[in-house]
């Protein structure tokens, strides 16, 4: 069974870091895409980060320069570095994989089969 796992949220002070994991199992880590989304009560979900299968990534264009996504493919865990965040990065931050072989966008949610239950970043000013 494909299980997507976030911890690592919590509340922060503006100007503060964070970081988040997403352990994965019950599936092969090592040849799937992971993305990092996030989601506003009552609106779709929105790229945050990703990484490829060969450890390239993407950034949206909010976390650009400020987060930092990583890969421990031994460890089937990938990780978000924030820093500098901002009460605007307030959501619920999601994990999701592309455990089977799919078309379309990997910067598009909807590229992603499994998705975890999500864990909530709170920055305060």
């Known amino acids: 069974e494909v299980e997507l796992v976030e911890s690592g949220g919590g509340s922060v002070q503006s100007g503060g870091s964070m970081t988040l994991s997403c352990s994965a199992s019950g599936f092969t880590f090592g040849t799937s895409d992971i993305g990092w989304f996030r989601q506003y009560p009552g609106n779709e979900c929105e790229l945050v980060a990703v990484i490829r299968s060969d450890g390239t990534?993407?950034?949206?264009?909010?976390?650009?320069?400020?987060?930092?996504?990583?890969?421990?493919?031994?460890?089937?865990?990938?990780?978000?570095?924030?820093?500098?965040?901002?009460?605007?990065?307030?959501?619920?931050?999601?994990?999701?994989?592309?455990?089977?072989?799919?078309?379309?966008?990997?910067?598009?949610?909807?590229?992603?089969?499994?998705?975890?239950?999500g864990t909530q970043v709170t920055v305060s000013s």
């Open 57 to 117: 990534t993407d950034y949206g264009d909010s976390a650009q320069g400020r987060f930092a996504i990583s890969k421990d493919n031994a460890k089937s865990t990938v990780y978000l570095q924030m820093s500098r965040l901002k009460p605007e990065d307030t959501a619920m931050y999601y994990c999701a994989a592309d455990v089977l072989p799919a078309g379309g966008s990997i910067l598009n949610s909807l590229y992603y089969q499994s998705w975890g239950p």
